[in-house]
């Protein structure tokens, strides 16, 4: 349902670099394979002239954190590492010619991963300046100044791009209305007046920051009263009905459908049918909806599933079941001459759960052999598919 570029498809189903270098004098890790995004970044640096002349990457994510990586790589081989730094996650879209905004926080991983890496090969300890910043999200482990940053960086104004840049936001939303404040106390910090974070008695048009046009909180019983409106009593109701209608062609022709539940001042329920459900799919088909409201309604509202879940294909109910087969099966002598080896235990629509054995176990091993499980997979079936190992750990590997 997202628009990508042909260069994005590119890089995802080809992607440059995507290996180990073996002589790599800078590494960068960032991300966490329990929040669905991580990346480690390889460097060949020469240390008299700091020429990066090697990069690699190994990823576990989105098409969009494969292609921004390969990206990445292409873009900084052959610069010093000075001028590397000087890459934007911007630059980084720009060069595979533009990221859907919901995956621009691929390209800022991409980013961070540099700046650990350069920091590795400085002796130096990767700063994120926000070890002791308190939690906002929960989901993905984003913190306040992490959204701080990405604000400011980006000239970030609202709670969806804070969510596309960083993933904040992005699960159960039961942290939107802290980043809001985050938002509204960070823009107003950078116009240079934070009373405008509770200025509430200028009736100018709310179109900048700064001044009598800075952001508008309301009071909590303005805020309260409207949480109480319901569907047609909301004057925006008939806008979200007509946006939802407008979908469900689209959706019918994938097999899928919507239905409009309700709708309160701060969310939107739906119910979603077909081959809009799933866990990857459920989250695109809120995300795209959740889009269209925004642009519709100009404003942020949190979009929801309300139906019931889809009933689990597993294994060879899928029609790609045998092509994960063939690839475990394919990948398995190149780890046994390691002295690893992997077995395929369960597949459905999203996930593939492998167990991992010998040298594959271990927390970069496993890692690395994950990610290149996925790589290939989701080369084979042309969609993203998690990759997980639900054998033994590190720790009962050692004890």
């Known amino acids: 349902m997202w628009d990508y570029s042909e260069k994005v498809k590119d890089h995802f189903f080809h992607p440059r670099n995507a290996k180990v270098v073996q002589d790599a004098n800078a590494i960068g890790d960032v991300g966490s394979i329990s929040c669905g995004d991580a990346l480690r970044l390889m460097l060949k640096i020469n240390p008299e002239t700091q020429v990066i002349e090697d990069a690699g990457f190994q990823t576990f994510g989105c098409g969009s954190a494969i292609a921004s990586s390969s990206a990445l790589t292409e873009m900084i081989i052959g610069k010093t590492l000075e001028e590397a730094q000087k890459v934007t996650n911007q630059d980084i879209a720009d060069y595979l010619d533009g990221l859907p905004p919901e995956k621009m926080h691929c390209s800022v991983m991409g980013r961070e991963a540099l700046d650990a890496a350069a920091a590795n090969f400085r002796g130096e300890e990767y700063v994120t300046d926000h070890d002791d910043s308190p939690l906002v999200c929960k989901c993905f482990g984003i913190d306040e100044a992490k959204i701080v940053k990405a604000i400011k960086e980006n000239g970030l104004t609202t709670l969806q791009e804070v969510t596309n840049y960083t993933k904040a936001g992005g699960a159960c939303g039961s942290c939107h209305e802290k980043i809001e404040e985050i938002i509204n106390k960070t823009l107003a910090e950078m116009a240079g007046d934070v009373s405008n974070t509770t200025n509430t008695s200028c009736d100018a048009p709310r179109k900048v920051v700064g001044g009598c046009e800075g952001i508008e909180i309301k009071k909590s019983s303005e805020a309260n009263k409207d949480n ?88 060879e109910q899928l029609p790609f079941y045998q092509t994960v087969v063939d690839i475990v099966e394919q990948m398995r002598p190149s780890l046994a001459n390691d002295g690893g080896d992997v077995k395929l235990k369960k597949v459905t629509k999203d996930r593939v759960e492998v167990e991992l054995s010998g040298s594959c176990i271990g927390c970069m091993m496993t890692d690395m052999t994950l990610s290149w499980i996925q790589q290939r997979v989701v080369e084979a079936i042309g969609e993203f598919i998690q990759v997980v190992n639900v054998g033994q750990t590190e720790h009962n590997h050692n004890h």
């Open 228 to 315: 109480e409106l319901v569907n047609e009593a909301l004057p925006f109701y008939q806008t979200v009905v007509n946006v939802i209608e407008q979908m469900r062609p689209s959706l019918a022709n994938d097999g899928g459908d919507v239905q409009l539940r309700k709708v309160t001042n701060d969310k939107v329920e739906v119910e979603l049918s077909g081959k809009c459900l799933g866990c990857m799919m459920t989250d695109m088909t809120l995300s795209w909806i959740s889009q269209r409201l925004n642009e519709a309604l100009g404003r942020n509202i949190q979009v929801v599933n309300v139906g019931p879940k889809e009933q689990e294909l597993i294994n």
